[in-house]
């Protein structure tokens, strides 16, 4: 597979309900983007998965968990979440998350 690479505008952000929405932008099969919409107060639960994930945040403000560590992150401030590390978010200020994972996830397609 070469990759799928795609015009922003034309995608649509697919409603995961609570306040989130996510949409695929490209992906081939080592690294995919995606971003993620957060209304205020909308949690992304702490979880868990196998791909390493970076985070750039676009907009808003995020408190932001990693394992035990917790951080506020605003407009322009990124991390990165090793594979396996239990993280999640709670959006403090409407925003959106540009989320960059290797290898890509196949459960997003």
């Given at each position: 597979?070469?990759?799928?690479?795609?015009?922003?505008?034309?995608?649509?952000?697919?409603?995961?309900?609570?306040?989130?929405?996510?949409?695929?932008?490209?992906?081939?099969?080592?690294?995919?983007?995606?971003?993620?919409?957060?209304?205020?107060?909308?949690?992304?639960?702490?979880?868990?998965?196998?791909?390493?994930?970076?985070?750039?945040?676009?907009?808003?403000?995020?408190?932001?968990?990693?394992?035990?560590?917790?951080?506020?992150?605003?407009?322009?401030?990124?991390?990165?979440?090793?594979?396996?590390?239990?993280?999640?978010?709670?959006?403090?200020?409407?925003?959106?998350?540009?989320d960059i994972f290797t290898p890509m996830r196949k459960d997003f397609l």
């Open positions: 597979m070469r990759g799928h690479t795609a015009i922003q505008q034309e995608i649509p952000f697919k409603d995961l309900g609570g306040g989130v929405s996510r949409r695929v932008l490209s992906y081939n099969e080592a690294l995919m983007t995606v971003e993620v919409a957060f209304e205020t107060g909308a949690v992304g639960a702490v979880h868990t998965h196998p791909h390493t994930q970076c985070t750039y945040v676009l907009s808003g403000r995020f408190s932001y968990s990693v394992e035990d560590e917790e951080m506020v992150l605003a407009a322009g401030d990124s991390i990165v979440v090793p594979s396996g590390l239990p993280h999640g978010t709670i959006c403090l200020d409407k925003g959106i998350l540009l």
